[in-house]
């Protein structure tokens, strides 16, 4: 028996799935087209988006990708985690409330893009109210602030 499916713009963690691991080989948009050819041998897709590491984590990418279907996105995590799908080293695939669970938080789309959701408890565990300027530093001189 088939599934009915609405088709609207699928809400809760549970259709969403973050892919790390990507290489810095391929372009964000060859990324893009490879992810969704892999993912949506699973079920319907929304959406697939990559975006570029943050340059503490090093180059290369991660992409998100929604289904419309919390199942379709659950049998897609279990088939591609640790595969090496379309490069030559495996990714990460996940759910963001596993990904994002020892941080306390969780990921929403803000602008198509993640925006990390802090729980109550950690709005001032990492704020900073000041810069960090060394003395003598020659940032002291231009007018930043």
């Known amino acids: 028996m088939a599934a009915l499916i609405p088709f609207e713009v699928p809400t809760g963690s549970d259709k969403t799935l973050l ?12 990324l893009q ?9 699973f079920g319907l897709v929304y959406s697939v988006r990559v975006f570029p590491n ?6 290369g990418f991660y992409a998100i990708v929604r ?11 279990k ?8 490069q030559n080293s495996p ?14 938080g969780s990921a929403d789309f803000k602008n198509n893009r ?22 003598g530093s020659p940032f002291l001189s231009l007018n930043y602030f």
């Open 19 to 30: 892919v790390w691991e990507l290489s810095s080989g391929p372009t964000a948009e060859d």
């Open 91 to 104: 990714v990460k695939v996940g759910p963001n409330v596993a990904f994002l669970a020892p941080l306390g």
């Open 54 to 59: 943050a340059v503490v984590a090093g180059p």
């Open 114 to 135: 993640p925006a990390f959701v802090q729980p109550s408890g950690l709005q001032n565990a990492f704020r900073c109210t000041a810069p960090l300027i060394p003395p």
């Open 79 to 86: 088939a591609c985690d640790g595969k090496q799908l379309f």
């Open 33 to 41: 087209h490879s992810l969704l050819t892999v993912f949506s041998q």
């Open 67 to 77: 289904f419309y279907s919390a199942r379709d996105a659950h049998r897609a995590q």
